[in-house]
């Protein structure tokens, strides 16, 4: 055949940072601080309740369930989210449910963005946003956040990484559709003030554009900060789009259950897409994720509710891992939320030297040694910046730290072992 055999839309798409990255972790014997998933179960309740539709007198629930979402599951998310945003919520015409919180932005993508369309996409960014909006034949437009010098004696936070509000206003143009936010943003643990929305709002309402609006990490911030639902802003709930994920929200990432809701008019567009590719959800895992909800709901801010709890536990899972970090001298980035971590290995380039002609960016080839020569595993940043940034941010690397006592103790010997021969005892 002489034309190419792939569709022209997928043409530079198939490099994917998860799939290269994942297979070398397991390649070799590593401590694993590289891609977000936990090593421990979710809580019992949501198991307990996976295993009763499983195993229980419903025979209905091993089969098809409703295209569109379960209906206990939609019922309970409406309720749920409707009571936090203030906001009535339409079980059926305003929540779908989908294959994870991927399938939703995949919908998303699919159903609103046209050839031509603008998307605003704000950096460092989940990566697949940017080849989603490719495949649905949109153009993305980079925003930086910038880091700013933290004050004498303190140490980075995810909050010193902001916007510059004039140059967000002009990727804003006639071809806008919309704006991707993600806060708690994925890689940086950004938390996005209110204000900081409220700048994004009101150029959204003032241009008419769509708010695309991923808050997988909804439930983990950390010191006391409020995560704030754009949607909730004023002029908003008729153009976002808010994506969730039982897999971040349950410490379930392997279920894939996700969900996304919005005003109908959007929503229904997302409907088509759905009902045209994956269809269905699984039955059993659905049922589980509504009774977690339910129960969130009954317990909903008391001090045993998981939506407490687990963020409680990983401030400190992340203060210790920031302690080791300085130990070895790599500088963390606090961050605000989410469980990743973003560390500067500047101090560390003797160990893998730069090779200025190589195509491939620093932080890359760092963590490949490093997983190779430390047995210790994370994630190149510059995995999460468009083309024209890859290398003003291959200084940097991710680490998750939603782990278990003893994968964060490996962790932490290797880097003291690292140090003591570095710097000798
Ligand atoms: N958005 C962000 C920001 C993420 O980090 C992830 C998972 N890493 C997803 C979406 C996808 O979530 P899910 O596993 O539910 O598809």
Redesign the pocket.
Known sequence: MSRPVQAQRLEGLDKNVWVEFVKLAATYPTVNLGQ?FPDFSPPDFVKEAFVKAVSGENAMLHQYTRVFGHPALVTILARFFGKLLGQDIDPLTNVMVTV???EA?FCCFQALVDSGDEVIIIEPY?DCYEPMVKMAGGTPVFIPLRPKTPAPGKLMSSGDWQLDPAELASKFTRRTKAIVL?SPN?PLGKVFSKKEMEIIADLCVKHDVLCFS?E?YEWLVYDGKKHIRIASLPGMWDRTITIG?A??TFSA?GW?V?WMFGPDHLVKHLRTVHQNCVYHCPTAAQEAVAQGFQREFEHYGKPESYFVQLPQELQQKRDRLVQSLLAVGMKPIIPEGTYFLIADLSDFKAEVPNLPDCEEPYDSRFIKWMIKNKGLAAIPVSAFYSTAQKRNFDHLIRFCFVKEEATLKAAEDILQQWKLKKTGP
């Open positions: 977000g994870g919180a991927y932005l989940f993600n994925n991923d997988v994920s897999g971040k990432t894939k996700g």
